[in-house]
């Protein structure tokens, strides 16, 4: 008789999975991840999570989190959403996150503004470059066209369609999903004001933020929607966040020597944090 036949043999076969780690899935504790990053101790880890091409995951952190994001084959695409947590009608606003810094490019020392003028979080280490916040994320209707499908449990999901779910689940609607960035795709603006892809750095690429407030993330793990690819490859995505609050200690310290708009717009977030922690 096969072991799983019985109610008692399934029960046993599925308890015998428990300490089981796959390519893909969240590690719960997070404390639990095997290879923590140099210098982090693994009592510090508060989220660590493999995404597969085409899935998407969520998670509230705390101010002072450090999350590194790492494209593990080099054909991962991080779009990322971001919502103040204790206040989600604040959220990620792309087109200040552009405009306010003066640089459409993505890199170390980019801040991720909101809609109210506060930096979330802040890019503290990027060996990858290939990042993109011109084109959002991908939808059901391009990818239909390019792949077939785009629905969330197809072959090929678009990335709106996850970030929705990310947002359900967070108790937003997709009202909140506004335009996203990408991590691990990168593209560049031509002189004739056409964009380009120009893909992937690599495997084994990683980006770092800092965050300065609590913050609700999503990110959906998905093709690029100028992904030259004609199949839908998309690899894993590796997730680690940790406790970092000496690390925003230094950033909020380092403010003063950067640029005015980063200066103001890490005084708003200090100004808000303060408001609400006595």
């Known amino acids: 008789m096969n072991a799983t ?8 076969h599925a308890r015998a999975q428990a300490t089981t780690l796959t390519d893909s899935m969240p590690v719960v504790p997070a404390t639990g991840w095997p290879h923590p990053p140099a210098g982090v101790d693994a009592a510090d880890l508060t989220w660590a999570e493999t995404v597969p091409g085409g899935r998407y995951t969520t998670k509230v952190l705390a ?3 450090r999350l590194r994001l790492r494209d593990n084959a080099g054909t991962a695409c991080a779009h990322l959403l971001v ?3 204790d206040a989600p009608h604040e959220r990620l606003n ?3 996150t552009v405009k306010v810094p003066w640089q459409a490019y993505l890199t170390t020392g ?3 503004l909101s809609d109210q003028g506060r930096v979330l979080a802040t890019v503290v280490a990027d060996d990858s470059r290939h990042h993109d916040a011109l084109c959002g994320t991908s939808t059901l209707a391009g990818n239909i066209a390019k792949y077939g499908a785009g629905s969330p449990h197809s072959g090929s999901p678009a990335g709106r369609e996850m970030l929705v779910l990310a947002a359900a689940k967070n108790g937003l609607t997709p009202a909140d999903v506004a335009p996203s960035l990408s991590f691990f795709h990168g593209v560049t603006v031509d002189a004739d004001g056409s964009v380009r892809s120009t893909g992937s750095a690599g495997a084994d690429t990683t980006v770092e933020l800092i965050f300065h407030l609590p913050c609700i993330v999503a990110l959906a793990n998905t093709a690029h929607p100028l992904d030259p690819a004609a199949d839908f490859e998309v690899g894993p995505l590796e997730v ?3 406790r970092a609050t000496a690390d925003l200690d230094a950033l909020v ?3 003063e020597r950067r640029d005015p708009e980063y200066q103001r717009a890490v005084a708003n977030s200090e100004d808000a944090h303060r408001a609400t922690h006595f």
């Open 5 to 12: 036949a019985t109610t008692a043999g399934a029960r046993a």
């Open 63 to 65: 101010r002072g989190t």
């Open 83 to 85: 919502w103040r947590a």
């Open 240 to 242: 680690l966040a940790w």
């Open 94 to 96: 792309v087109a200040d």
């Open 110 to 112: 980019h801040p991720l």
């Open 253 to 255: 310290a380092d403010a």
